[in-house]
């Protein structure tokens, strides 16, 4: 199979406080690697119900084949939405793998990240092939068994030749 062109590179993270991770994550830290990118609020109930649940079972389903790193990207209720919030938060949901709190530019406004990805809301998931490029990016209720299959395929696809 010939190499796949025609898709986005993915645009690197603003992220401005890293949990469930000892040092901060780039796109270069995962280079050659499937990544999921699950961005989220914590107030969202599509995020908690849906988007979060999917994410974990991601990461257990496809552990050492897949790299799940959620964002914490808040555009609404942002004085309830705090890092001291998110860390409770993570701990009661039990979501242990790495999650970076989107950065802003402006109060209010719209997070870095999300703006750079153009994600509508959350939650949103986003899959990154190894060359690092969007290959599919999800808005609301993702249906599992179309983001597995998706996800096979990345997982299948070569890695890329250094350099």
């Not at 469930?20 to 989220?40: I, K, M, Q, R, S």
């Not at 552990?63 to 939405?81: P, R, S």
């Not at 860390?87 to 209010?108: C, K, M, S, T």
């Amino acid at each position: 199979m010939g190499s796949v062109t025609g898709f986005q590179q993915a645009p690197p993270w603003e992220v401005t406080r890293w949990f469930n991770t000892e040092h901060p994550l780039t796109l270069t830290d995962l280079a050659g690697e499937v990544v999921v990118l699950e961005a989220f609020q914590m107030l969202c109930p599509g995020c908690v119900s849906h988007g979060l649940p999917l994410a974990q079972r991601i990461a257990r389903t496809f552990a050492g084949e897949v790299k799940v790193i959620g964002l914490h990207t808040v555009f609404e209720h942002h004085a309830a939405m705090t890092p001291v919030s998110l860390e409770a938060f993570l701990f009661e949901y039990r979501v242990n793998f790495p999650v970076g709190v989107d950065a802003h530019e402006q109060d209010g406004g719209v997070p870095v990240t999300m703006a750079r990805y153009g994600l509508r809301g959350t939650p949103s998931l986003v899959m990154i092939d190894r060359a690092g490029r969007i290959r599919h990016s999800l808005f609301g209720h993702a249906d599992e068994l179309t983001v597995g299959a998706a996800l096979a395929r990345l997982i299948d696809e070569p890695r890329p030749a250094p350099g």
